[in-house]
């Protein structure tokens, strides 16, 4: 079984500029969510989705959207980026189901760097 | 509000020699606890978690951990590092059953002296 894929594995962009992230999920799993990794501030939270719907968002501003598909891949999207968003971004997915235990599937990340 | 303290954000060790790393939680709710590795440009990789029942959970790789509610803590450990568990590691916290949102910790990078 396929992991969690996330598209691209490494993209550079400059200061102003809009980015959409893709992350294709376990098959079978309808949670995905989203994670910002820098050194400075770790591991943090972004937004979750199950069935197309946003479920949970964390403590980022508005330039930080995403949605999920009806297949259940998700995008997240960054606009008028700044230098402090380059970091590493993953994805997770869960298959949602009793017992299962909130366990998350993480991909290999996005590495955005803004210039 | 939840949040992880791992305690030494480097921790070297000798190969063969016992791996502990620490982690110590704050939740508002009973939580889920985890413990992910990540290696060098990779994501992260669930080793542990704990949920409910025994408070003695073993993970992956030899690795194991002991929820202790009066302390907080859920640290991990391993009897004997091996050059491979050269990594970072991270504590996880969630707010339990149907909660997706983990809580992570700065994270612990473990070094294994040959």
């Known amino acids: 079984k396929a992991g969690v894929t996330q598209t691209p594995r490494y993209l550079i962009k400059t200061r102003g500029q809009q980015v959409t992230l893709s992350c294709s999920p376990i098959?079978?799993?309808?949670?995905v969510s989203w994670y910002q990794q820098t050194p400075g501030q770790g591991l943090q939270f972004l937004f979750e989705y199950f069935s197309e719907t946003q479920r949970n968002k964390g403590n980022f501003p508005g330039r930080f959207s995403g949605r999920q598909f009806s297949n259940s891949r998700s995008e997240m999207n960054v606009s008028t980026l700044e230098l402090g968003d380059s970091a590493l971004y993953l994805c997770a997915s869960s298959l949602e189901l009793a017992g299962t235990k909130n366990i998350q599937y993480f991909g290999a990340g996005t590495r955005l760097s803004v210039l | 509000a939840q949040s992880v303290t791992q305690l030494g954000s480097h921790v070297s060790v000798s190969e063969g020699a016992l791996v502990l790393l620490r982690c110590n939680y704050s939740s508002s709710v009973p939580p889920y606890l985890f413990w992910y590795v990540q290696y060098p440009n990779q994501g992260l990789q669930l080793l542990l978690k704990?949920?409910?029942?025994?408070?003695l959970v073993k993970g992956i790789n030899g690795f194991e951990a002991e929820f202790k509610k009066s302390e907080t803590s859920f640290h991990l450990t391993k009897p004997s590092a091996h050059m491979s568990d050269a990594a970072e590691y991270f504590c996880?916290?969630?707010?339990?059953?149907?909660?997706?949102?983990?809580?992570f910790g700065k994270g612990t990078k473990l070094s294994v002296i040959p």
């Open positions: 704990y949920t409910t029942g025994a408070t």
């Open positions: 996880a916290v969630s707010k339990g059953a149907g909660s997706y949102q983990l809580t």
């Open positions: 098959s079978g799993h309808r949670s």
